[in-house]
């Protein structure tokens, strides 16, 4: 199965994804991820990449849609969930140009929709395991112990984007280039709307009823 999951920032689009992977055995092609490991490795794309994601602006288009088109071809046959692109409508009509030359297109198309509120909550109590990449909230999902990583004991990190000035800029950068990218689907296929506003374990309910009944 290959799937788009669309939402913005802090819709819990990673913790889907992770669900999702596990149920359906899929990859999960994360540009923000491929993006941080790179950085991490210390990488040119990963050098060039930086100043973008340290200030909540979009890397260039040409940049990710090179990384993200490898990824895809790359991935086994089980299929993929893409979170995180495409983030602008040139990404998205690259994707569609890329999928076309080769021999399979996208199954499904979810849009999980979040308030702004809960956005700006949610992605500032973010704290994550710079080891292992576990996901935490200082309040709707905390660790067992404050501020250490259940699963290796690291600890844990607020990525340099979470703070609240910079989720301003990343709420506008979506609402300026990437929600266009919802309306282009929507033009050419049905796109599944889910309500993410809840806690994790509601929104996964919602969002299975969907998948099960289209993987079916
Ligand atoms: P994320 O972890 O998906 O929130 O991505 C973190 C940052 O990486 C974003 O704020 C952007 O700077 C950059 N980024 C991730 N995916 C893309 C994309 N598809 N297009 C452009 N920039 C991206």
Redesign the pocket.
Known sequence: MRVVLLGA?GAG??THCRRIVSQYDVLHL????I??RERAEGTDLGKQ?QS??DS??????GL?VEM?SKAVKAAPGAGYVL??????VN?AEALDQSLADGESGIDVVINLQVDDDVVVERITGRRSCPKCGAVYHVKNMPPKQEGICDHDRAELVQ?P?DTADVVKN?LA?YYEQTKPVVDYYKAKRTVHDVDANGDADAVAALLFEKLDALSN
């Open positions: 920032p689009k990673g994360s540009s923000g991820d993006l941080r990449a973008y994601m909540g602006t979009l890397v260039p288009d990710i993200m979170d995180g692109f495409p983030r602008t990404q990525r984007d990343r950068t």
